[in-house]
């Protein structure tokens, strides 16, 4: 069970905290938005069900590293988090996030995204912080500038995105 302590972001209102079972229906519901999809990876399910929440809640979000939800009020409405990578690689982290379209351009996930990284900068043996981003996403381009992120990498024709090859860009901060 992810035991994370709740964050008070400075939004007002907002806070990232752990994933709860009880959950699933907000997260069905923020994260099954086509523009959301848009920038995800194909891995993120189309259309996003409450088995694909609760799948998430119960078992992807331990595989994938540091996960929290990113609230306002007690409602999920996106989420954020750290995927630390291994063996001669364990220098790295990886940071992600998303946020449900309505709640866009309110500071929120640059907020959630400083406490990830002195998170992940605190990590024994971490000396980068790395963000994956399509090339075309300028909103998740200006959060990872938020945090102090450069750009590292344009990587050419390196990812599908729904049977389509595209760009990624890798911004990274290093410690």
């Keep these: 069970m992810n035991t994370a302590p709740t964050i008070v972001l400075p939004q007002p209102g907002w806070s990232m ?19 959301i999809l848009q920038w995800m990876s194909d891995t993120w399910p ?28 007690d409602t999920p409405w996106g989420g954020a988090g750290l995927h630390p ?29 400083v406490h990830l990284v002195e998170q992940a900068f605190a990590l024994a043996e971490v000396t980068r912080v790395f963000a994956p981003i399509h090339a075309g996403n300028d909103r998740s381009v200006r959060v990872a500038e938020k945090v102090g992120m450069r750009l590292e990498a344009v990587q050419p024709r390196s990812a599908f995105k729904r049977d389509k090859v595209i760009d990624r ?5 290093y410690n």
């Design 169 to 173: 860009v890798i911004y990274a901060r």
């Design 85 to 113: 990578q291994t063996g001669f690689l364990r220098c790295n982290v990886e940071l992600g996030w998303w946020l449900h379209p309505d709640h866009w351009g309110q500071g929120v996930v640059p907020a959630a995204a």
């Design 46 to 73: 189309s259309p996003y069900t409450e088995d694909d929440a609760r799948w998430w809640i119960g078992t992807g979000q331990h595989a994938s590293g540091m996960a929290g939800a990113l609230c306002r009020g």
């Design 17 to 35: 905290r752990a994933w709860r079972e009880d959950d699933v229906a907000a997260l069905a519901r923020a994260a099954n938005d086509a523009r």
